[in-house]
């Protein structure tokens, strides 16, 4: 059964070699953005995001990306300033 949401990737430890995209399946919208969040945390490189097995388009591509880094944002603000998220979201704006 094809799972719900599907996002390719791809490691970026080689410099010189051709990349090898992977591939992480769920059936979860927030373990998707919770997975597109730890990609970004580790500079890994998203090739794409899909949907029921079709591509999503590029405004809905973004705003996944986006409230991700939203996220991974919050947590280093919180973690280097000693704040709950509760404040850091209504002094920087970030938390959900």
């Known amino acids: 059964m094809l799972k719900k949401y599907s996002v390719e990737y791809r ?3 080689r410099k010189h070699s ?3 995209h992977h591939m992480f399946y769920t059936d979860d919208p927030l373990t998707c953005e919770g997975f597109v969040q730890e990609l970004l945390d580790k500079n890994m490189g998203i090739h794409a995001i899909l949907h029921d097995g079709v591509a999503l388009p ?3 591509f973004d705003r996944l990306v986006k409230v991700a880094a939203g996220a991974l944002a ?3 603000i919180c973690a280097s300033l000693h704040i709950k998220p509760e404040e850091e979201r209504h002094r920087f704006g970030f938390a959900a």
């Open 18 to 20: 051709p990349p090898e």
């Open 58 to 60: 590029t405004h809905e």
């Open 74 to 76: 919050s947590q280093r």
């Open 11 to 13: 490691l970026q430890f």
